[in-house]
């Protein structure tokens, strides 16, 4: 497993755009990569993934469009820039290493960072 930690989180206005990064201390180079994210009272839900080398992402129906994954492999870092931000993306996101749509294709996780988008 890999330590993670998310930053960027925070309060923006609808229609507004943030940048989230995850910086790994550990292996992340050759496994893929995912952002999720949980809303109170909510399941948690499957926002992006990247791929190993970088040249793959899917996204959720719900986010196409306006949110594009990225990683800098040198780095170890993994960003979610999310743009056109509406009330209902507010949540805290998560990034974890692994791959597909359902966190328990995820091995190691974040502790999230809170994004809040008022109307």
């Known amino acids: 497993q890999v330590q993670m930690v998310e930053s960027g989180g925070g309060l923006v206005q609808a229609g507004g755009s943030l940048r989230l990064s995850c910086t790994a201390r550990?292996?992340?180079?050759?496994?893929?990569m995912g952002w999720f994210r949980q809303a109170p009272g909510k399941e948690r839900e499957f926002v992006g993934n990247?791929?190993?080398?970088?040249?793959?992402?899917y996204y959720a129906d719900s986010v196409t469009g306006r949110f594009t994954i990225s990683r800098e492999i040198a780095k170890n870092t993994l960003y979610l820039q999310m743009n056109s931000l509406k009330p209902e993306d507010t949540a805290v996101y998560y990034c974890?290493?692994?791959?597909?749509?359902?966190?328990?294709?995820?091995?190691?996780w974040g502790q999230g960072t809170q994004v809040t988008v008022s109307s």
């Open positions: 974890a290493r692994g791959t597909g749509g359902r966190p328990t294709g995820y091995d190691s």
């Open positions: 550990g292996r992340t180079s050759g496994y893929g």
């Open positions: 990247i791929n190993w080398s970088g040249d793959t992402t």
